[in-house]
């Protein structure tokens, strides 16, 4: 590995003297505490002696007891932490493996230890997830001498990555060993666990101080006065804790940057530049997995092996979004990773330990170090006998889940036949890839519309709906969730410096300014897709009209628009009743609940016309089964008073969230159905348009 790798940048030297300032500051203020505590002890004690010297009787005798308990209560509360146990970390989800069942993954981590020049994990461990870390027993101890660091890596991350990606990774872990300020790190970690203790570990101190001052009301006196000393050692240490952490998140996001360099050294940029924009996209295959098998606990379902399913939605996630496949795995771009997360924003988050993707991969790039691995193939692949390991790993994922019955398995081809279906089930046709995903139909028409037609011959779908477009609808997305988040950070919401928008730097203070501009954007994009809109209305219409389905289009545009217009009136009126609710699920003092029951009972009268209008209704009649009814049957049956007496009643807020969660599912699911109705008629069209050209050739 290049030395010149392993020198560390002057910011991170910089950060790092803060890191150590931060840690001082902690001690002198630690040292002090305990000066001004062993003094008030003094204090008290002389109190309490010039108390029984004065005047000698029961009562300056309980008076001198309180000086002294709470003289003792003080100073016990700033050393109580070294009487604190260490909790038991759970590793029931591990699986530790050896160089003897799995020679060929130990021989890729012996050629990064000898290239980082670092330790060998003293263990390895395999979890479940998309993930790859190193940890160690902490103690006291481990400030001061060196502790073998344990190695863990998910299944979930070596079933989306190739070997040569999993050596850059595990090198990036490795290269933290390298670093000194790893010590920094333990003594932070030290630091923070003390100053947490004192701040909100204190249940057993607070059985301590309640069962002293309640032998006596004149300790009871005393005990306050300890409790107020005690907040202002608190006040205290919450502005230490601040300093030390925020200039400690600073060192970490240094750290990643320097670990990087050591992988990019080891195994070469790209590697780990194609990893870090992947895992994300991996993270939520996974999740989509570990999802469906939560719907299946009721049905007493369970995997007998997850990831066989892992890669086949990681592979179908990839297709759907038309990216690129390199050796069995999707490629990501910047841009590409941008989309796949909706933002042009980098925080420059002060809290954040990590630095963002864009940032650590723009760094990368810098770099430019070429790959300098000779694995080929995914890294899942270098296990042995890895079906046998998938199958432990699930089984660990899923032990403590509660089955009425043994649970009977799910193979992979039940599960993409699931999915599909699922797919088919829940999605658009194909045909318009994902313009309705997030948006609706045009639906500014009228019956005359269809009797009187504007044809329009030039039109044409695949330039209405095209890369360009779609583009379009994703600038859109991005702009409204940035001029969201900016929105946070000028009102304060957010707390940053600064932050990167689209490549360049701005500060906290020209959110305003951003969130003016994105306003524009969303009203540009958002009159060119309702052009686009409105052309695909009169492509269809031609398309309808020449093919003598003209009735048959402006019945579902008809149904689908009414549809429209009350989808926008429900929604509200869901939205008004669960903002006025929301103090329900919240500790909340009798008065104010007295007052927000007024206005729940304000937003409640339209609700429930609204579930009338939906029980009446034609367009929900297969949405609503006898269940359903029974539910909103039982709602509509009584004016419902939710508090009373100081008390909330449970049985009827459980009736008002019932109906709230099924209208919303209604809803949801009549408007889906009809809008996709529509879809798969126009799209039915457009196949009927395909088929005539090629009995025309």
């Known amino acids: 590995m290049q030395n010149n790798v392993l020198k560390v940048s002057e910011n991170f030297r910089k950060m790092a003297f803060r890191s150590i300032c931060s840690i001082l500051l902690f001690i002198l203020t630690y040292i002090i505490l305990i000066a001004l505590g062993i003094g008030v002890v003094f204090l008290c004690g002389l109190a309490a002696y010039g108390v029984l010297m004065i005047y000698p009787s029961f009562i ?6 309180g000086f002294v308990g709470m003289g003792f209560l003080i100073f016990f509360f700033l050393i109580k932490f070294i009487f604190s146990g260490s909790k038991k970390v759970d590793r029931s989800h591990l699986v530790e493996i050896t160089k003897a ?10 050629e990064i230890v000898t290239e980082v020049n670092t330790d060998f994990p003293k263990k390895v461990y395999i979890s479940a997830d998309v993930n790859a870390s190193v940890f160690y027993d902490s103690n006291f101890w481990s400030m001061f001498f060196p502790v073998r660091k344990n190695l863990q890596i998910g299944l979930g991350l070596m079933n989306a990555i ?13 290269g933290h060993f390298s670093q000194r300020s790893m010590k920094v790190g333990s003594y932070v970690h030290h630091v923070n666990k003390v100053i947490y203790n004192m701040l909100y570990e204190n249940e057993g101190y607070n059985s301590i101080l309640g069962g002293w001052s309640n032998i006596s009301a004149y300790f009871a006196l005393f005990a306050k006065g300890s409790v107020l000393v005690i907040q202002g050692i608190q006040y205290v240490l919450t502005k230490v804790y601040t300093v030390l952490n925020l200039n400690y998140m600073a060192l970490s996001r240094e750290m990643e940057f320097h670990a990087d360099a050591v992988a990019a050294s080891v195994a070469g940029s790209q590697p780990l530049v194609n990893s870090l924009l992947r895992l994300g996209f991996a993270d939520q295959s996974l999740n989509i997995v570990f999802n469906y098998y939560d719907g299946k606990i009721q049905h007493a379902q369970k995997p007998l092996n997850l990831y066989p399913q892992h890669s086949f939605l990681l592979n179908r996630m990839a297709a759907l979004e038309e990216l690129p496949i390199q050796d069995d795995l999707p490629i990501l771009s910047v841009d590409s990773y941008k989309k796949f997360n909706r933002t042009k924003l980098v925080l420059d988050d002060q809290w954040s330990s990590h630095p963002s993707t864009e940032q650590r991969v723009e760094k990368l790039k810098a770099l430019n170090e070429p790959i300098k691995s000779t694995y080929s193939g995914i890294a899942i692949d270098l296990l042995v006998n890895k079906e046998n390991l998938q199958e432990q790993i699930t089984d660990r994922v899923f032990l403590h889940v509660n089955y009425e019955v043994a649970p009977a398995t799910v193979g992979l081809k039940e599960f993409i036949d699931d999915h599909k279906k699922d797919e088919e089930d829940n999605s658009y046709p194909t045909i318009f890839k994902s313009y309705y995903d997030d948006r609706d139909p045009y639906s500014d028409y009228t019956e005359d519309d269809f009797e009187s037609p504007v044809l329009d011959q030039l039109l044409i779908f695949d330039e209405l709906i095209n890369k360009e477009t779609l583009g379009d609808i994703n600038s859109l997305n991005t702009a409204k969730a940035d001029r969201d988040t900016l929105e946070h950070i000028h009102n304060g919401v957010i707390q940053i410096e600064t932050f990167d928008y689209d490549g360049r730097k701005y500060d906290a203070i020209d959110a305003h300014q951003l969130v003016t501009f994105l306003e524009e954007e969303i009203a540009r994009y958002t009159d060119i897709l309702n052009k686009k809109d409105c052309d695909l209305f009169r492509y269809f219409l031609n398309k309808a009209i020449a093919q003598d389905k003209l009735n048959g289009f402006k019945t579902h545009s008809l149904t689908f628009q009414s549809s429209s217009k009350n989808i926008q009136v429900q929604r509200d009126v869901y939205a008004n009743l669960a903002e006025a609710t929301i103090f329900m699920q919240n500790t909340t003092p009798f008065d104010e609940i007295i007052q927000n029951m007024v206005q729940v009972k304000k937003m409640e009268k339209p609700f429930k016309e609204q579930i009338k209008f939906l029980l009446e209704g034609t367009l929900y009649e297969g949405h609503i089964d006898d269940e359903i009814r029974a539910i909103f049957e039982e709602y509509l049956s009584k004016d419902w008073k939710y508090f009373g007496n100081d008390l909330y009643f449970n049985q009827e ?3 008002l969230y019932k109906a709230m969660f099924n209208f919303s599912v209604v809803v949801f699911k009549s408007h889906f159905k009809l809008k996709k109705s529509l879809l798969e008629f126009q799209a039915s069209m457009l196949d009927n348009s395909k088929s005539l050209s090629e009995v025309d050739i």
């Open 60 to 65: 300056t005798g309980m008076i001198a007891l």
């Open 101 to 110: 069942q799995q020679p060929a993954l130990f021989n890729l981590i012996s």
């Open 162 to 174: 190739s070997a040569t990606e999993l050596k850059a990774i595990l090198a990036h872990e490795f």
């Open 653 to 655: 807020v459980d009736v």
